[in-house]
């Protein structure tokens, strides 16, 4: 009987070692072919220029004991091939070397006095806008080669930009990326202190949550201004919050991109709601793309002296063109825009041409 048993024993042993054993071939079959994947996926971000994903991609599948070793060996030289270096410095500019040529629709305004649509003149100032952006900053690393890190990067910047109307405005933008495990799961906060001439400064706080894969992505951002700052600005003209959901999506040579986001403003009725809508598509013929946005903006009351609520429609068609000068690229583009008010002294036509460069 014992001898029964023993052999029982045996069998049960014997039959519960195939099973684990098969179990853990295909468990580790499963982690191959997931990693085999997980390694193009990395080759895409790197291609893209997001060596930091890349690398975290490649160093997952490299500490995997599941994973084939062919390939663990294969993510590791990969990682040996991104070379990351501790920092990354850019530089980038944008220039409107003429002012955009815009007609309105109406400069006369009617409004209602006694029941009687009374008209008034609208006498325009010259539009201004931002004729020179200059932007850069450095991308910090401190953990781009380590299976774990706290965190992907540190991001300080400096963006200049010089005004029509002769203003300036400096803005210092201090960011930074924790890393998570979840490899499509981002998170970024920042931190902007602006100043426009020698007006007080604006400290702006961001918090942005994205969903990413090297095709498409949906974020979620929150903004908000500091409390005090915002009630010493006049009318509440300093934006107090904003709320933004957008999403991103790559076709081939597509890319479709939206996004809802309400704008809260201290000053009561001055708070709105931007929604978009876009497309571009790039053109191998010309080393270019051509695009095509709609946004409508709906503010949330009347501001006197209309009675309606403004509901503005903009609709815009840009072609742009990259081509080399002094050995770097530079993008050349024109663009025009429709804006269809409810108030017709809003609704224009407008056409614009810039060039930008990043290096």
Do not use: C
Not at 324 to 349: E, M
């Amino acid at each position: 009987m014992n001898s029964f048993n023993g052999a029982l024993s045996t069998i049960a042993a014997i039959v519960s070692s195939f099973v684990f054993a098969q179990t853990s071939a295909a468990d580790s079959t499963a982690d191959t072919i997931k990693a085999m994947e997980d390694i193009g996926i990395g080759d895409k971000y790197l291609i893209a220029g997001d060596k930091v994903k890349a690398t975290s991609i490649y160093n997952e599948i490299a500490n995997n004991e599941g994973v084939d070793p062919t390939f663990r060996y294969l993510a590791l030289s990969r990682t040996a091939q991104v070379n990351p270096k501790p920092f990354d410095y850019y530089f980038g500019f944008d220039l409107v070397p003429l002012a955009p040529k815009k007609s309105y629709k109406s400069d006369t305004l009617y409004i209602n006095i006694g029941g009687m649509p009374v008209p008034f003149t609208v006498q325009r100032a010259d539009p201004i806008y931002s004729d020179l952006s200059i932007n850069h900053g450095i991308y910090l690393y401190p953990d781009i080669a380590k299976s774990e890190k706290s965190f992907d990067w540190f991001r300080l910047s400096h963006q200049y930009e010089h005004r029509s109307d002769q203003s300036e405005i400096n803005s210092i933008t201090f960011a930074a990326k924790p890393h998570i495990p979840v490899t499509r799961l981002n998170f970024i906060y920042e931190y902007e202190i602006s100043r426009q001439d020698k007006v007080e400064d604006t400290h702006t706080h961001r918090f942005k949550l994205l969903l990413q894969n090297t095709a498409s992505e949906i974020k979620f951002d929150i903004e908000t201004t500091d409390l005090n700052q915002a009630l010493n600005a006049p009318s509440g003209a300093t934006r107090n919050a904003k709320v933004q959901l957008g999403a991103n999506k790559t076709l081939g040579m597509y890319s479709l991109r939206a996004s809802h986001e309400r704008n809260y403003f201290v000053a009561p009725g001055n708070d709105y709601v931007l929604s978009s809508i876009g497309v571009e598509r790039k053109i191998a013929m010309i080393n270019g793309s051509v695009s095509a946005e709609y946004k409508r903006k709906s503010d949330s009351d009347a501001k006197f002296p209309v009675s309606n609520a403004r509901v503005d429609e903009l609709l815009t068609a840009s072609v742009s063109k990259a081509f080399s000068a002094l050995g770097k690229t530079v993008v050349g583009k024109a663009q025009v825009s429709r804006n269809i008010s409810n108030i017709d002294i809003y609704s224009y036509d407008q056409l614009s041409l810039g060039i930008s460069t990043a290096f």
